[in-house]
């Protein structure tokens, strides 16, 4: 069956770092992959978008990688800011207009 | 632009009963969609439309129906609802099934089934 993981456990950075993100998928050779952000008791807000065909899209201070054999998305914020702090999902879809979300990993940076 | 709207934003249900969640959007768009969202379980499609008129089963269907009432609405039935219908449920819309929409998402409405 289709499985998106990405790690269960909050990340905790210092503001002014880096932070990664990992998104691992099984089972599945999507065309795109999608990275949203999601605050306490709010809908996820859409990011960015990667194709397959890409390896890297930047967005500001935001980058995703994606990489199709190891069938793996990092999800970059630079400099990063207490405002940063959220969960972030990652999407893709399954080519048969299904969309599969991953649990989360949830982002605190501390001032 | 109000975006994605949902009612209610709670509700609290016994165990059997019906309830019907709202969604509307104002956006145009063509395909619009139902997911709940559970703790560790991330979110999961429940149903989709990809256009006015049409309705299709996602990963978690059972114990739901839907209705596309109009290209703005599509809204979420339980007929009997059971503990495990416990979720935050989520309503989101995209310009259109093609690849790399993005999805816009409501507020959610958290429901609980005693």
């Known amino acids: 069956s289709q499985k998106i993981e990405q790690n269960s456990e909050a990340l905790n950075i210092q503001e002014g770092k880096t932070a990664t993100l990992t998104c691992n998928y099984t089972?599945?050779?999507?065309?795109?992959l999608q990275w949203y952000r999601q605050d306490p008791g709010r809908g996820p807000v859409f990011l960015l978008l990667?194709?397959?065909?890409?390896k890297e899209k930047r967005k500001e201070r935001l980058k995703v990688t994606f990489d199709t054999t190891l069938k793996q998305s990092l999800f970059h914020i630079t400099a990063s800011q207490p405002a940063d702090s959220a969960t972030y999902l990652c999407a893709l879809d399954d080519n048969f207009n299904k969309f599969y979300f991953g649990s989360g990993t949830k982002l605190n940076v501390k001032p | 632009n109000a975006g994605v709207t949902q009612t209610p934003k709670f509700q609290v249900l016994k165990t059997g009963q019906s309830m019907t969640l709202q969604c509307a959007q104002d956006m145009n768009h063509n395909s619009m969609y139902w997911y709940r969202q559970d703790p560790g379980m991330g979110l999961r499609l429940i149903y989709y439309?990809?256009?006015?008129?049409?309705?299709d089963k996602g990963e978690v269907p059972n114990g739901y129906n839907v209705s596309r009432l109009n290209k703005r609405e599509f809204s979420l039935r339980l007929e009997s609802a059971a503990p495990s219908q416990t979720s935050v449920y989520f309503c989101a819309s995209s310009a259109g099934l093609a690849i790399g929409n993005e999805q816009f998402f409501g507020p959610g409405t958290r429901l609980t089934v005693l």
């Open positions: 439309s990809a256009s006015e008129g049409t309705t």
């Open positions: 990667i194709r397959e065909n890409e």
């Open positions: 089972n599945y050779s999507p065309a795109y």
